[in-house]
């Protein structure tokens, strides 16, 4: 969870649009071989995100990051200010 921010439930077309951000992303991520390397793209996916990209990834990555066996307490802490601003 990226600081307490939850992902919008607005409706089916933001949902879509979430899943369809995440899917993109995470095959970039999957062609990341190396730990350090993956935390780097998703500290870069971070601060490049938008609010609705932010809840996508605030949704996805805690998982993802487990499942390639990344061990990290909060992966997303320390970004949210910087992918919020605006």
């Known amino acids: 969870m990226v600081d307490g921010v939850r992902a919008p439930e607005d409706d089916l077309a933001?949902?879509?649009a979430a899943k369809a951000y995440w899917d993109r992303k995470e095959r970039v991520l999957d062609n990341v071989k190396d730990p350090a390397r993956l935390m780097d793209s998703v500290?870069?996916?971070?601060?490049?995100?938008?609010?609705s990209e932010i809840a996508?990834?605030?949704r996805e990555l805690p998982?993802?990051?487990s499942?390639?066996?990344?061990?990290?307490?909060?992966?997303?802490?320390?970004?949210?200010?910087?992918?919020?601003k605006g």
């Open 14 to 16: 933001s949902q879509f």
């Open 43 to 51: 500290r870069s996916l971070i601060a490049s995100a938008s609010p």
């Open 56 to 58: 996508a990834l605030n």
């Open 63 to 65: 998982d993802y990051l």
């Open 67 to 84: 499942s390639v066996r990344v061990v990290t307490s909060s992966p997303l802490t320390g970004c949210r200010a910087r992918s919020l």
